[in-house]
C-alpha cells in the first residue's frame, strides 16, 4: 500500500512539474498566458487556464497602496491669508466665464445679401457683403433678393435668425464660412 502511494505521489509530482515547467517555458509574459488562455474555445479550459495562471502569479496585498502620494507641505498663516483673499474672488466669478464672452459679443449684425442660391432640397445659401455664408436650417420660406438689407438675430442655445426689415417672418441659419 505504501508503494502504491508513493507511486502515486511520484507521478502526480511529475505531472505538476511538468504543467508548470511547460507553462512558464511556453508563456513567458503575463500577457502571452493572458493570450494563450483567450485563444481556447471551450469555456471551461479557459476558465482553468485563467485560475492556473492567477494561482501562479505572485501574490500582492490589494489593500495596500503600492505608492503612497507624499504629503503636502502644511501652509503657513501668511500663505493661508494670501490664498484666503484670491479665492473669493475667483468663486465670485465661477460659472460666469462664458457670460462675460457673450456680453462682448454683438447681438445682431445687419448685412447686405450679395447672392442667393438653392440646393435641390430647397435650402438657401446666403452670402452677405461682409464675406460670410450662411445655409438655412429649418423649412421656412422667406423670399430673399440680391441687395437687400437682412438682420441676423442671435438667438437660444447658438441659433441664430435672419430677419428682413418690415416683414414678421424669420429663417434658422447657420454660418458655414
Not at 501574490?59 to 503657513?76: I, M, R, S
Not at 501668511?78 to 447681438?107: C, I, S, T, W, Y
Not at 423670399?143 to 434658422?172: P, S, W
Amino acid at each position: 500500500m505504501n508503494k502504491l502511494l508513493a507511486t502515486l505521489g511520484a507521478r502526480s509530482l511529475l505531472l505538476s512539474s511538468v504543467f508548470f515547467v511547460s507553462t512558464a517555458a511556453q508563456a513567458d509574459t503575463l500577457a502571452q498566458a493572458v493570450e494563450k488562455c483567450r485563444k481556447l474555445e471551450d469555456s471551461l479550459q479557459r476558465l482553468v487556464c485563467y485560475d492556473r495562471m492567477s494561482m501562479s502569479a505572485p501574490k500582492q496585498d490589494l489593500n495596500t497602496p503600492k505608492d503612497k502620494p507624499a504629503p503636502k507641505p502644511a501652509l503657513k498663516p501668511a500663505e493661508m491669508l494670501e490664498n484666503a483673499h484670491v479665492a473669493p474672488a475667483a468663486e465670485a466669478d465661477f460659472g460666469r466665464e462664458g457670460k462675460a464672452q457673450r456680453e462682448r459679443q454683438a447681438d445682431t449684425m445687419t448685412v447686405n445679401v450679395v447672392n442667393v442660391s438653392e440646393n435641390v432640397r430647397g435650402e438657401k445659401t446666403i452670402t452677405f457683403d461682409n464675406a460670410s455664408v450662411w445655409r438655412q436650417v429649418d423649412n421656412s420660406n422667406l423670399r430673399l433678393k440680391k441687395g437687400q438689407q437682412v438682420m441676423v438675430e442671435r438667438g437660444l442655445f447658438g441659433a441664430f435668425y435672419l430677419k428682413v426689415d418690415g416683414l414678421n417672418q424669420t429663417m434658422k441659419v447657420k454660418r458655414i464660412k
